[in-house]
């Protein structure tokens, strides 16, 4: 049984920096494709970043340059650090087996607020 679980979210400021973390059980993260989306209120999940067991990443245009998804496979934990975080950042993000009918985890929550 596969198993994700997000920490690490909360209330930040803008300009603020949040490191995300999800711990996995049941699959090796290091050979699954591994991604990061988000929700904000009335819109649609979104791709935020990706990792590919190579090593490739790629990002959504919003966060290029201030995210950074990366993993520790002696943890079997993927992280997505992100930085200069502004109100459109606020949403649940969610750790996800990016295949299809791939595991999500429950969501954590970021606010980005004065």
């Known amino acids: 049984q596969v198993q994700l679980v997000e920490s690490g979210g909360g209330l930040v400021q803008p300009g603020g920096s949040l490191r995300l973390s999800c711990a996995a059980s049941?699959?090796?993260?290091?050979?699954?494709?591994m991604a990061w989306y988000r929700q904000a209120p009335g819109k649609q999940r979104e791709l935020v970043a990706r990792?590919?067991?190579?090593?490739?990443?790629n990002y959504a245009d919003s966060v290029k340059g201030r995210s950074t998804i990366s993993r520790d496979n002696s943890k079997n934990t993927v992280y997505l650090q992100m930085n200069s975080l502004n109100p459109e950042d606020t949403a649940v993000y969610y750790c996800?087996?990016?295949?299809?009918?791939?595991?999500w985890g429950q969501g954590t929550q970021v606010t980005v607020s004065s």
């Open positions: 996800h087996v990016d295949q299809i009918g791939g595991s």
């Open positions: 049941g699959i090796i993260v290091s050979v699954r494709i």
């Open positions: 990792l590919t067991p190579g090593g490739s990443v």
